[in-house]
């Protein structure tokens, strides 16, 4: 029986981590759950599953948790709120796997204490990478923390490495593995088609109409940008350790093949499947094992066609913006997360047109990618920096 922490519980990923535990109750134990403020949710999944402890950032949504499960005696969860409780459920000694989904850069230091007291992490929340590359990747090696990637590309790419490479992430050698380099894959979102001369009048709505996946609303609107696709190419540098020409991004609009590896023979090695998070959530639970998922089984039949194109920067200049930070350096990527997480809620909340999130996160970047980091505590510090200075271009933005 695993003891499984569900960082982000609520959420997207997190509701369909717990459909996959619900599906193999005799491996996976809940041991906690963790989230931010939906107390409806995670009242009804403590009653589901009956964690030792449930953690929410608001102390209000946590009172709520807790009045409630009074109600229901059999129920022995905790209910605890604030920062150092989601540490705590993340690095408790009674945790064997910790599943990081909480969205954007709320999850880092969470995700970090599980890897700093060496849990098993299933990682959903690329963001954390972004922020802190290899500090990240050497906090796991230090501890001998296993990462298992959950998006969807990186799950693909990493079922599709040898055997060897996949017991060495954050520090591959994909050339002795003699692999040319791999394809990460993108819908190309929404917007793919639209005009270009209409994207300036792009409303929250449209943007959160995602053509193949069904997310949470950052991550939706990051795939619209295609900033999403950058986030997963800095992802997929810091997991699978590679140099620029072993990194290449192709639009494929059906979303079936999640991402492919080149071996320098010629073959391809891809992983395919329908657009469910609940696939790559799976592999990486019961790795090496396969468990079911309740994702449907792929019907080739019915599948019209599968294409793939080379991304056009002028339409997605955020994915120009993501990859040119991957290999400015740390302070590049670390601002770019800030000023993207500002620029996108700004957007959601109407303050901002749709263009002007590459606006601020271009002029961020140019004004931080100088700076220096050496420590997670010099990565909050420019994180928070570049959020105030993002805040201060919406402010002058503003409609
Ligand atoms: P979501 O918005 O649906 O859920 C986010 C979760 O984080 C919720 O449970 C929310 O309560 C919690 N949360 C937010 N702020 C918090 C805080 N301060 N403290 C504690 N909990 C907090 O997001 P999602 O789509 O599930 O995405 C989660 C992460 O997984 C993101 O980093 C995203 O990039 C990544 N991801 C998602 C998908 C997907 O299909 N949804 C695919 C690949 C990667
Ligand atoms: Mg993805």
Known sequence: MENLTVLGSTGSIGQST???????????????????SNAERMISDCIEFNPAYAVLQQESAAE????????????????????????????????????????????????????KSGKKLYLANKESLIMTGHLFIDAARKSNSQILPVDSEHNAIFQSLPESEQHRIGFCDLEKAGISHVLLTGSGGPFRECPLEQLESVTPAQALAHPTWSMGPKITVDSSTMMNKGFEFIEAKWL?????????????????????????????????????MRTPIARVMAYPNRITSGVEPMDFVKLSGLTFMEPDYN???????????????????????AA??????????????????????????????????????????LHSRAE????????????
Request: proline share 2%; hydrophobic share 45%.
């Open 388 to 399: 105030v200075f993002a805040s201060q271009l919406v402010s002058r933005i503003l409609r």
């Open 240 to 276: 699978f350790n590679l140099a620029n020409s072993q990194i290449k991004v192709l639009v494929h609009p059906q979303s079936v093949v999640h991402s492919m590896v080149q071996y320098v023979d010629g073959s391809v090695i891809a992983e395919l499947g329908n657009p469910d």
């Open 315 to 337: 339409r997605y200049p955020c994915l120009k913006l993501a990859i040119d930070s991957c290999w400015s350096g740390q302070a590049a990527t670390t601002a770019l997360n």
């Open 340 to 381: 993207n997480e500002v620029a996108v809620y700004a957007f959601l909340n109407g303050r901002i047109a749709y263009l002007d999130i590459y606006r601020v996160c271009a002029d961020t970047v140019a004004r931080f990618d100088s700076d220096s980091i050496a420590d997670v505590d010099s990565v909050l510090d």
């Open 64 to 115: 709520k948790v807790r009045t409630e499960l009074k109600n229901h005696p059999e129920i022995r969860t905790e209910v605890l709120s604030g920062s150092d409780a989601l540490n705590s459920i993340a690095s408790a000694g009674e945790c064997d796997s910790v599943m990081a989904a909480i969205v954007g850069s709320a999850g880092l230091v969470s995700a970090l204490a599980a890897v």
């Open 18 to 36: 717990l459909d996959v535990v619900r599906r193999n109750r005799d491996l996976f134990c809940v041991y906690a759950l963790g989230a931010g």
